[in-house]
């Protein structure tokens, strides 16, 4: 018991100690748990394997010290180098070293997308200058990257709303919305088409390769003993010198190709032309952990400046291969899946079209029937009006007979209305001729009883006399006169009474033959006068109902003829 108990002693005893370390991507975050003699390298190569990078001379991994940033190193243990006491320590893997060509040197799909989020993060926080042109084409071929071909049905106004694509730098330099930014951006991510990320982030790499900041890491240094502040620059191509408000344009250049040796004591550096006859450029920095960083750039580049210059390792040879074979074999997946897209989309519009011939068949198979029933609602409709036009047509023949009967007997009759009106005319005229006559008759009669009247007068008053001379002469001899008068005055007297009686009786049979004779007239004028009513009374209904307007209305007495015939013949039957 006691040997088993020392000997789980001894194995707790000679298990490793180990640290907590968290490496940060640009796009993922790991842990690990590495033992404490661990050197740089071993926690480099892990994370390498872990998200299956093998161009590793690209990358290192950043910590921060004080004011400033380190690069971890290899050859050295984790825990002996001034990286953070903190648990985890954390590390940032990013690139070290720039390539000069990307499309040329950036072999695997990994090490392009690390290239181009460092990138793409660079150019937002304006570590690295950018046009706004050239902003924009790079936030299209990002915008490529991340969500493929554009899709108007999909990609709406507003999908790029959450996206960071332009430096704050470029969005104030411009009076314009979001919307205005996003329209321009798709404008250009509409020409991506058939893309693919790989692609699209190579695009961007090519594009931002060739701005002037890219790739450079500045540092602040001075020159000889004048503390002359200044920038150097160091890059794939070699060390630049800039003024410190102008990191676009160096003042002076040295590329790896014309530097003989680089060497630095504490705080100064020499640079040393290949050609002996330039001068030796010096420049002073006052810390010395930068000036080691200074030191690793400096190598680190001309190391992968020199390479490139040489034929390809077995290894990087065996990468291009098996890349290549890669995106060969990427390419033709992409062609058949590009075929196989093309296959269903033009089957799916093949589908869509049938669908809508379909529908089109069926609407038009719907209006079809739609028509076929109005037609035979319309035709059922047409019978029933030609049978109601026949029926219409029957009734306006048998309405156009009877109007033609009516206009027959409507000719007829007044054909005869003429006719009476003819005789009316006539009966009229006799009557009012013999109406003329008789007042003129009666008029002769009023002149003959006035005549006789003054006759009858002048009779009697002759009479009278002639009692009273007889009357005179019969006073003296009244014998005489008696016997005179009993002879001859009875005879006078007698033949004066007989005389008086035969003119009344004339009188009164005259004036008995004319009173029959004014009621016989007047009796015809009434007659006349109620056949003149009724024959307007018909004229008047005719006219409403046919207006027979044509025929021009009889002539008549004027009622003041009328009138005074009727007034001289009551006068005529009081006078008498």
């Not at 089957?347 to 029937?369: H, P, S, T």
């Not at 007239?521 to 009513?533: A, G, N, P, R």
Request: proline residues 3%; contains cysteine; charged residues 35%.
């Amino acid at each position: 018991m006691a040997d088993f108990t020392m000997s789980i002693l001894g194995l707790k005893k000679k298990q490793p100690k180990t640290f907590k370390v968290k490496a940060s991507t640009m796009d993922a975050e790991m842990e690990f748990s590495c033992e404490v003699k661990w050197k740089g390298k071993d926690l480099f190569d892990l994370v390498c394997r872990t998200i299956g990078l093998r161009e590793t001379w690209f990358f290192g991994l950043r910590y921060t010290v004080k004011d400033t940033y380190a690069w971890l190193k290899p050859d050295k243990q984790v825990l002996d180098q001034e990286v953070p006491k903190d648990s985890p320590i954390t590390f940032h893997f990013l690139a070290k070293f720039f390539p000069e060509k990307v499309e040329d040197e950036l072999v695997q799909e990994i090490t392009q997308h690390l290239f181009f989020l460092q990138v793409k993060k660079q150019i937002l926080d304006e570590e690295i200058f950018c046009s706004p042109e050239a902003s924009v084409l790079l936030a299209s071929y990002a915008v490529q990257a991340k969500y493929g071909d554009y899709d108007p049905n999909f990609h709406k106004p507003g999908f790029l709303a959450q996206d960071e694509l332009l430096p704050k730098r470029v969005l104030m330099q411009y009076q314009m919305t979001p919307d205005m930014w996003e329209e321009k951006i798709t404008a250009w991510y509409a020409e991506h088409r058939n893309i693919t990320r790989d692609e699209a982030e190579m695009e961007y790499l090519k594009i931002a390769q060739d701005l002037e900041m890219y790739g450079v890491s500045y540092f602040s240094i001075t020159q000889n003993k004048r503390d002359t502040e200044l920038l150097l620059g160091v890059d794939a191509q070699g060390l630049h010198i800039y003024s410190p408000n102008n990191k676009l344009s160096p003042n002076k250049s040295f590329p790896w190709s014309g530097i003989r040796n680089i060497s630095y004591s504490e705080k100064e550096f020499t640079i040393k032309p290949l050609d002996k006859k330039k001068e030796v450029f010096k420049f002073y920095s006052s810390q010395l952990r930068v000036n080691k960083l200074i030191l690793q750039l400096c190598i680190g580049n001309h190391d992968l400046f020199m390479r490139r210059r040489k034929v390809d390792s077995i290894e990087v040879q065996q990468m291009k291969a098996q890349a290549k074979e890669e995106k060969a074999r990427k390419k033709v997946e992409r062609q058949i899946l590009a075929r196989e897209k093309q296959m269903r989309e033009e089957a799916e519009r093949a589908k869509e079209e049938m669908e809508r011939r379909l529908f089109q068949l069926q609407d038009e198979a719907r209006m079809a029937n739609e028509a076929l029933l109005r037609s035979e609602e319309t035709a059922d409709l047409l019978a029933e009006k030609a049978q109601i036009a026949e029926e219409e047509a029957k009734l306006l023949a048998h309405k156009a007979a009877e109007a033609e009967q009516d206009r027959q007997r409507l000719e007829v009759t007044a054909l005869k209305t003429k006719e009476e009106k003819r005789l009316m005319e006539q009966k009229m005229r006799e009557a009012e001729s013999l109406a003329v006559k008789l007042v003129e008759q009666s008029e002769r009669r009023l002149k003959e009883a006035d005549h006789l009247k003054q006759d009858l007068n002048e009779a009697k008053d002759a009479e009278r006399r002639a009692k009273q001379k007889l009357l005179e002469i019969t006073k003296p001899t009244y014998p005489l006169i008696a016997a005179y008068s009993n002879m001859g005055g009875s005879i006078r007297m007698d033949f004066k009474d007989s005389d008086m009686k035969r003119l009344s009786m004339e009188i009164e049979r005259e004036r008995l033959e004319y009173m029959e004779k004014s009621k016989h007239l007047q009796d015809q004028l009434k007659e006349l006068k109620s056949e003149i009513e009724s024959l307007k009374l018909e004229e008047q209904q005719q006219a409403g109902l046919y207006s027979l307007r044509s025929y021009a209305e009889p002539p008549y007495i004027p009622h003041s003829n009328r009138n005074s015939a009727y007034m001289a013949q009551m006068a005529f039957y009081e006078e008498v």
